[in-house]
Every structure is written in C-alpha cells, then in structure tokens.
C-alpha cells in the first residue's frame, strides 16, 4: 500500500530550499564533484583531465529591451564547456534563475552527456535571464532575435560551431525565431537550418523530437530494470508493466515520459507540480490529467485523484520508480533520507546532489544519472542536425523500396504456406519506416548501448552508475583529444 507522509510547511519555502542544506554545493560544484570522483576511475592523465574539467568560452552579454514604457536591461549567457568535438550543442533557456554558474555547469553536462551517448558533439549551453510569463509573445520574439544577433556577431551559433536547442521556458516557436535570425545574418549559409534544432516540421524539425527526452528516459529505466544485478538489489521483478512510477515535473520531459511509461503497462501513480502534486494509487490517466491542466490552469479540482497540497511530501512516497524532470537540486541532504523509491531516474539535469546522491545509494536505492538517462533530447536533436545537412527527410529515398522488397518476399511465403495473409497482416509486414519510427529505433539503439556500456563498467570496477557513466564519458573524451594531438592545445 502506497502512503503520503505529510507535513506542514511555510508557503515561501522554495522546493530547492525544502531539499537541500545551506552547506550542499551548487550546481557547479556538484558536477565538478561528480567529475572527480568519476576520474579516478578513468584513463585519462591529470593534464588531460583539466583540460576536459575546463570551460573553453563563455560570453556574457547585455541588451537593452524597453518595457512597459521602461528601459530593462536584459542579460544572457552562452558557455561553450567542449570543442573536442564540433558544434558544440546544449539548449537555451528562459529562467528568472538563470546566471552564468548554471550555465556553465549545464555545458559541462552537455559535454559529458553527448560522450556517453557517442553524440559527436562539444557541450554548450545558453539563458536568458527572464520570467517569460512576464512578457508578451512580440516582447519575446524581440528578446530571442536580439540574443541571436549577439551570438551571431560574437560567433557563438552556426552550424558547425555551436547549435542551440529548447530547454526550460523555451521551444519550437522560440527555435524558429532563432533560425529566422541567424539566416537573415547568414544569407549564404545553405546549410543555415542547421544552426538549431527542436524547430517546428515547418521549418526543417524531425518527427519524434518533441516526445524524444520522454521517450529516452523511459528506455533507460527499461534497460536498468531489466538487469538481474538491479532486480536483486532494489527487489523489483524487472519489468516496466506493473511497476508503480511517480514524476516530479509535468512540462514536456515529464509528462512524454508519463505518457511512454503508461503506455507500456506501468502504474504512474503520482505526478508533482509546483503548486500542488496529483496522486492515485490505481494509476493516473495522463491524458485526462493534462487535459485538466490545460483548461484549469492546475491540478486542484480534478476528479480522479488526491490532490496533495505540499506536493514535495510526494516525492517521499513509496513507488519502484521516482524521475525527478523538473529543475536541478530537488533531491537533498533534507529530503534524501526520506525518499522510498527503489530507482532514481535522473530526467531532469542534477536533480539529486552529491551528499543526497550517497544517502540514496546507502539506502538501497539505484541512481540512473542524468548525463545518460535525460540524453535522448540531445540524441534526436543529433538526428535532426544531420537531417538538415543532408537536405533530405530520413525514410524519403528507401521507404517505397523497403515495402515493395518485402512485398515480393511475403508473396513467396504466402506461395509456400498456401494460406493468403489479411490485407491487415499484409500492411503490417510490408509497412516501410516512417521518419519518427526510424527516430524512436535510433534513439532506443543509442540508449540501449549506452546502458549496457554503464553497467558493464559498473560492473568491472565496483561503482556506481553515475561514477561509471562519467568514467566512459571521460575516457572517450579524452581518446577524442589524444587522437587530435596536442598542437593547440599545449603551449
């Protein structure tokens, strides 16, 4: 039987606040703690592993942007943590929180995450510091296009030198925006769509984008749960039907990872939000729940669940798997030794800190770590950026191939099984790929490599998923460098 604890709590008590210590490190730091801990295990020198530790190019900028009939200065960021390998790659978000510290360790993520997944990109990262419910569609558009220029100007976008995508706040229509700018800057660049991704289909996105950060966190609880190692030490039968599952964030990560998970037969029994968290121990209709959302503008009134007033308290309650896809921070030293769930998955960047991140471990419970298991964004986004260089939509050249090959193949079985198949049967067998099928099968290929690549490392040196997942991250960065030589990078 699932249960709540609950406990009263001060309404101006940010969640960050709820969860963490004044003394835990922030967001820098703590992936920089991760990063050492991760490079005894690697096989890089201590030179390289400085070089890999260092953010190459940050650039800061100030704009102004007029207001209500006033003046406000807008600052914006973009940190390039990589160019190892080239563009380097990492979203852009609209946040009253962003600042440059953030910025920075979410390139580094970006970095690490592409590694893992065997994504040939550096990691970046860029933000915006606004609340965009604080302005109007025009005032944002105007926002974008100027931050764009910014970076047009200072060579921090183009196609093969850096390549934005949607993050918190922002999205297709914002990745439009930015397009738009960088090509009315960039006239000759044919290969000018390229230069962001996560845009609309309209102009130049890829089928299966919008689901894909979803869809990845999904595969990789799969794949974890899957193992025999895992099943025995969390005490779980392995499989996702049936399992209970409870998500904090309902944006576009948690709500397609909802989706995904329920689809496939698991129970998501709760969903946190900031305001107030929905619960039912029966299993939650997502569709009818973000329906409700939509026309309610919240959770609160909607008939088929509890609804928790200090949404927070869900997150400690008892369920196989808890996927934190909101904001970074969430899980802390006051809150770790609460947390009943026998698998953390990581959808959101840096949701569990250092300090709570050994409690949790400690406790029994199995971390599946950000860097891998929230790279499905960066993975389609791969696809759509190869999509745009090769001017030509995946499936387009070998789709009518396919179905008449298999066509002739089915028509020899029928022959020798002297049985017609339905014309149902026969359209499921010839049916050529779609362009978002041949996504989803990329992006479950790439996820499942690199589960297996974690575990087996896990594995051989006695450590856990996130220090492992680092350790082949770093190692393949640094094969990547090596492999350069060194002329420019050493005096």
């Known amino acids: 039987m699932l249960s709540i604890p609950m406990r009263s709590l001060s309404t101006g008590q940010s969640a960050v606040n709820r969860a963490t210590e004044d003394h835990e490190p922030k967001f820098l730091q703590a992936v920089g703690m991760f990063f050492d801990e ?107 296009r100027r931050f764009t220029l910014e970076l047009c100007q200072k060579n921090f976008i183009g196609p093969g030198v850096d390549v934005p995508a949607p993050d918190v706040g922002t999205g297709p229509r914002e990745m439009g925006w930015i397009a738009d700018t960088y090509r009315n800057f960039n006239p000759q660049d044919v290969n000018g769509a390229a230069c962001v991704t996560g845009k609309a289909l309209s102009l130049g996105g890829v089928r299966g984008r919008t689901e894909a950060t979803g869809l990845g966190v999904y595969y990789g609880v799969r794949e974890f749960l899957s193992f025999p190692e895992v099943q025995k030490k969390i005490n779980h039968h392995g499989k996702i039907q049936d399992s209970t599952v409870i998500i904090q964030g309902f944006g576009n990560v948690g709500y397609w990872a909802a989706k995904f998970f329920e689809s496939n037969g698991a129970r998501v029994v709760g969903i946190v939000e900031h305001d107030v968290a929905a619960y039912n121990p029966a299993g939650l209709n997502i569709e009818h729940l973000s329906q409700w959302r939509k026309e309610n503008g919240s959770f609160r009134g909607f008939p088929d669940a509890k609804i928790v007033d200090s949404p927070m308290d869900l997150l400690e309650a008892e369920c196989d798997v808890l996927i934190p896809a909101a904001l970074e921070r969430q899980i802390g030293l006051r809150n770790a030794h609460k947390i009943r769930a026998k698998m953390i998955g990581e959808a959101a960047n840096g949701p569990v800190t250092p300090g709570a991140d050994a409690v949790l471990r400690k406790n029994g419970a199995v971390i599946v770590p950000d860097l891998l298991l929230n790279a499905g964004g960066v993975c389609v986004s791969y696809f759509e950026w190869a999509k745009n260089l090769s001017h030509l939509r995946f499936g387009r050249m070998n789709k009518r191939w396919d179905e008449r090959s298999k066509e002739q193949l089915l028509n020899l079985v029928e022959g020798n099984a002297g049985r017609p198949l339905s014309e149902v049967e026969r359209r499921q067998m010839i049916h050529g790929a779609e362009e978002h099928e041949l996504v989803y099968s990329g992006l479950e290929d790439t996820m499942i490599v690199a589960c297996n690549e974690t575990r087996q490392t896990a594995n051989a040196k006695n450590i856990d998923y996130r220090t492992a997942a680092m350790a082949n991250s770093i190692n393949k960065i640094a094969a990547s460098l090596a492999g350069s030589g060194s002329i420019f990078t050493h005096a």
């Open 38 to 144: 991760a490079a005894k295990h690697s096989n890089a020198s201590l030179e390289t592993l400085k070089h890999i530790k260092s953010t190459d190019s940050v650039l800061s900028v100030t704009f102004p942007m007029e207001k209500d009939g006033k003046t406000v200065m807008i600052k914006g960021y973009r940190s390039q943590h990589s160019r190892h390998r080239l563009p380097c790659k990492g979203g852009i978000r609209f946040a009253s929180e962003v600042d440059l510290q953030e910025v920075e360790a979410l390139s580094a993520l970006m970095t690490y995450k592409c590694a893992v997944v065997d994504v040939p990109f550096g990691g970046g990262k860029g933000g915006i510091m606004i609340n965009p419910k604080d302005w109007t569609d025009a005032e944002l558009e105007r926002i974008t």
